[in-house]
């Protein structure tokens, strides 16, 4: 079984304990200022889609450099030094919580980003090294259901502590043990060493994300890379806006807001172990295009429930929230919108990895960070031109939505009999 296997393992905690860590500063951020008022502001929709932006940048910025790091070097090597820095920037985000700082604690989840963007590469690079071929959509099934997992537990545990009476303090001192912990199950991983004879990093950041950008489309993966994007795009804004949903529309608590992201990564989670127990080693196409209708059409459903929500009620907690049939049969959109999802990534990030070279991997899953970020940032700033025109978040859902569509006809119209020729 993998996860007793000292191949995959180290792997699998290392990256669970920084999706969980990224989660857990990011959720208790978000909830701080839109629940208790931190750092003062009054325009919470902006500032929780400039979070989303800040932390995300750092992925379209450094990706290029980080995976021709990765491809000229072990990878193991590189994710040791990836947790060492986690430990330097909790530090520095435990300070700006504990001080209050807002514009320090957006730093600290701008140096997080550089960080996930610096481990990103090794993470779905050293799978196809360490792992077998018929291993490979059982193993990125694991990482996609650990890494929602994570974000579950992270988003949870953020909402339980910044609900309690110390929450601030609790959640600067757990951050930095948890950074700690991952810089110890790092050093399990085995070596995995470069397949390339020469370093060849370039740290003119903009001309390097151009060449691996360039690199990348002249590949079979980069449709795949481009189907992969769509699903953080929409993933991130649903993400994002779900907590101003719930306060705005369905009149719920902080309690509640974790309780539907929760949801919302068991659905992914879910949704990328059906794939791979279906699909087993050769993944379709079909079943993305599928998997892309189903969430625009689901996310439609949520937003027409949402809409039905009378106005002026208080605010309410888990208990009267999912006694609602209302607000339930909302959940359950949510659940079967993100299992979709979970259905529409685990092929695609397949594809990627059987197609790339493997000197280039690296440089491969880079790309696939870029164009990802890329999308998510254009997600994000799509929020904020939405709210600073006067718009609703139903509205946004909605627009998320509809494009969903095009996708899947997308996706469809290019549709070999294998996904990795896609």
Excluded at 31 to 54: E, K, R, Y
Excluded at 187 to 198: D, F, G, I, K, Q
Aim: hydrophobic share 60%; proline share 5%; with cysteine.
């Amino acid at each position: 079984m993998l996860l007793r296997s000292r191949r995959f393992a180290p792997l699998f905690v290392t990256q669970f304990l920084g999706a969980f860590n990224d989660n857990l500063y990011k959720n208790a951020l978000v909830l701080l200022v839109l629940f208790q008022g931190f750092g003062a502001v009054t325009a919470s929709g902006l500032v929780v889609n400039l979070a989303a932006a800040v932390f995300i940048l750092p992925f379209f910025l450094l990706s290029a450099s980080a995976g021709q790091w990765v491809d000229s070097t072990d990878k193991t090597r590189v994710a040791r030094v990836a947790k060492w820095l986690e430990v330097f920037i909790a530090g520095c985000g435990a300070v700006a919580l504990l001080g209050g700082s807002l514009a320090l604690a957006l730093l600290a989840l701008a140096l997080l980003g550089a960080q996930s963007a610096l481990f990103g590469p090794v993470k779905y690079g050293v799978l196809p090294q360490h792992l077998r071929p018929d291993e490979l959509l059982a193993g990125n099934a694991w990482i996609e259901a650990g890494t929602f997992f994570a974000i579950l537990l992270g988003t949870l545990v953020a909402g339980l502590l910044i609900a309690a009476g110390q929450g601030v303090e609790l959640v600067a001192a757990l951050v930095l043990v948890v950074a700690l912990a991952g810089v110890v199950v790092v050093h399990l991983m085995p070596a995995a060493p470069s397949a390339v004879s020469s370093p060849a990093v370039d740290l003119q950041l903009l001309r390097a994300t151009c060449t691996v950008l360039g690199w990348a489309r002249g590949q079979a993966l980069w449709r795949p890379l481009l189907g992969i994007s769509w699903f953080w795009a929409f993933g991130a804004t649903v993400l994002t806006q779900l907590p101003l949903l719930v306060r705005e529309q369905l009149a719920g608590d902080a309690a509640v807001v974790s309780s539907l992201l929760a949801v919302f990564t068991c659905g992914v989670g879910v949704g990328s172990w059906l794939a791979a127990a279906v699909l087993k080693r050769d993944p379709h196409a079909p079943v993305v295009a599928a998997a892309a209708l189903d969430m625009g059409l689901l996310t439609g459903v949520l937003v027409w429930l949402a809409a039905m929500v009378p106005e002026g009620l208080p605010l309410r907690g888990p208990v009267a929230f999912w006694s609602d049939p209302l607000t339930f049969g909302i959940g359950v959109c949510l659940f079967g919108l993100a299992a979709a999802g979970g259905a529409y990534c685990v092929p695609l990030y397949t594809a990627v990895q059987r197609l790339a070279p493997e000197q280039r991997r690296g440089q491969a899953i880079a790309a696939n960070n870029i164009v990802n970020s890329a999308a998510m940032v254009l997600a994000a700033l799509t929020g904020m031109l939405v709210f600073a025109v006067g718009g609703t978040v139903g509205q946004l859902l909605a627009l998320a939505a509809l494009l969903n569509l095009p996708v899947a006809w997308w996706v469809w119209r290019r549709r070999p009999e294998r996904t990795a020729a896609l």
